[in-house]
């Protein structure tokens, strides 16, 4: 059974760093797209990170040049890390998996999702 777990979330101070894994069972992860998304209260979805298969990466404007997706296909893991950390950043994040071929980070496009993690960023 496809499973995605998620984990590394917290409180931190703003300019602090966090590092989000996603932990993927029942499938292996080779030529799959994965993201990152997260819903801060009262807003929609946002693709946050992606990466294809193949390794490309995607990223929000929002987050470019602080945060970095990874995958380790051996450990079956994905990361995220998250770099200077600001209060905006404040939301639930969750990992996702897309059809391999993927190239994008749009959330109706991922169809299995982790049940998410918790990050606060104080000010």
């Known amino acids: 059974q496809l499973q995605l777990v998620e984990s590394g979330g917290g409180l931190v101070q703003a300019g602090g760093s966090l590092r989000l894994s996603c932990a993927a069972s029942g499938f292996t992860l080779d030529y799959y797209a994965f993201g990152w998304f997260r819903q801060a209260p009262g807003k929609v979805y946002e693709g946050v990170s992606c990466?294809?298969?193949?390794?490309?990466?995607v990223y929000a404007d929002s987050v470019k040049d602080r945060f970095a997706i990874s995958r380790d296909n051996a450990k079956n893991m994905v990361y995220l890390q998250m770099n200077n950390l600001k209060p905006e950043d404040t939301a639930y994040y969750y990992c996702?998996?897309?059809?391999?071929?993927?190239?994008?980070?749009?959330?109706?496009?991922?169809?299995?999702w982790g049940r998410g993690t918790q990050v606060t960023v104080s000010s």
């Open positions: 990466i294809t298969g193949s390794g490309r990466t």
């Open positions: 996702a998996l897309s059809e391999p071929g993927t190239t994008g980070c749009s959330p109706r496009d991922y169809s299995h």
